[in-house]
């Protein structure tokens, strides 16, 4: 008897393990080009995509710069990606996007500091507790992946230092000013690129510029919000590119996959037995999760795609309204005047 349930056990693990190899596609990691004497900036690199995204880059020879809201959380990350990777062109810089006057704090304190850019990550992401029920399926939601992602939540309410709603202050507004501080410095470093690690949450963003940086309306407004701010990912790609044809400077905006980073923290206990066995299957770890981000910022040849979508480490079409050059160019405009630009 007991024999029999080892080797149904075994079957079962076995199963298991195929079906997450066979569902969960990653493209394999690229070979490591030499970054050595360019200056790279992760936001959110004290933790998941983004610390994994600074270890690669690390490894690779870049000096890196962690930007991060937690001090205790950027120290540990910056001292362990150098011991890892014996680079010790790694350090940490306080930056907290949900607050205009620590972005702009932490540029002016980079370009003093700092003579060089070559390559900005805009990876931070504002997904800290859930919504209090699961919001509606979207058309994105055909993957199980994507329907656990909603269930469990992935954005957080309440409203920045300035006001602005969270997910969409932290996710667009914050970025989008620290990009334009830090533009100059990319121009005279070029050929230089910027990442925005976007989601393919944006296909159900609805923007209005009138109403930008306030939380939408309705019972999902968090998630709402969270969908918005991804929308607004892609479409400052695409109107920054735009804005920066002949600079040798160019933008991309990426999916990196559904992760499992910090999404299942909030999860109710009883909940967890359900989801665990399900993100294991079904979801990415943090350095799969990194590939598209590293693939747009490493990849020879990608500059002719400036302002285009990227996900599974190849060019992909966003949803319709993420190719609305109108809205793209409103979106810029409101958010020039949301940040004090």
């Not at 983004?50 to 020879?61: H, I, M």
């Not at 060089?116 to 029920?133: T, V, W």
């Not at 020879?300 to 400036?306: D, I, M």
Request: aromatic letters at 8%; proline letters at 8%; charged letters at 20%.
């Amino acid at each position: 008897g007991m024999g029999w349930a080892l080797l149904g056990a075994g079957l079962l693990l076995a199963l298991y393990t195929l079906l997450r190899h066979g569902l969960r596609r990653a493209p394999p990691p690229p070979a490591r080009p030499t970054l050595r004497g360019r200056t790279v900036i992760v936001t959110g690199g004290s933790g998941g995509i983004g610390a994994a995204t600074a270890l690669e880059l690390a490894w690779c020879g870049a000096r890196v710069v962690l930007a991060a809201r937690s001090v205790p959380r950027g120290e540990a990350a910056a001292r362990r990606i150098r011991t890892e990777t014996g680079n010790t062109e790694v350090r940490f810089m306080q930056l907290d996007l949900a607050s205009l006057r620590s972005v702009r704090a932490f540029a002016s304190t980079f370009l003093r500091q700092e003579p060089h850019l070559h390559l900005l990550i805009n990876n931070a992401g504002e997904r800290r507790d859930p919504p209090s029920h699961p919001p509606p399926l979207h058309p994105w939601d055909t993957q199980p992946s994507a329907a656990i992602a909603s269930f469990a939540g992935v954005s957080a309410g309440g409203t920045t230092e300035d006001g602005f709603s969270l997910p969409f202050g932290v996710n667009h507004l914050g970025h989008f000013l620290l990009t334009q501080l830090l533009l100059e410095r990319l121009q005279s470093c070029a050929p230089s690129r910027i990442v925005i690690v976007a989601s393919r949450a944006h296909c159900a963003g609805r923007l209005h510029p009138d109403t930008l940086g306030r939380p939408p309306p309705g019972p999902f407004s968090t998630f709402q919000d969270y969908c918005d701010s991804k929308l607004a990912n892609v479409l400052h790609a695409r109107e920054l590119a735009t804005r920066l044809q002949g600079t040798q400077v160019t933008c991309y905006a990426v999916h990196p996959g559904f992760v499992n980073t910090e999404f299942f923290r909030h999860t109710p206990l009883w909940l967890k037995p359900f989801f665990l066995p399900l993100v294991w299957l079904f979801f990415l770890d943090a350095a799969e999760g990194a590939r598209t981000t590293l693939h747009c910022a490493l990849r020879e040849g990608l500059e002719r795609f400036s302002g285009r979508y990227f996900a599974d480490c190849r060019l992909q079409e966003p949803w319709p309204i993420a190719r609305d050059d109108r809205l793209a160019r409103a979106l810029w405009e409101a958010s020039e005047r949301l940040v004090g630009l």
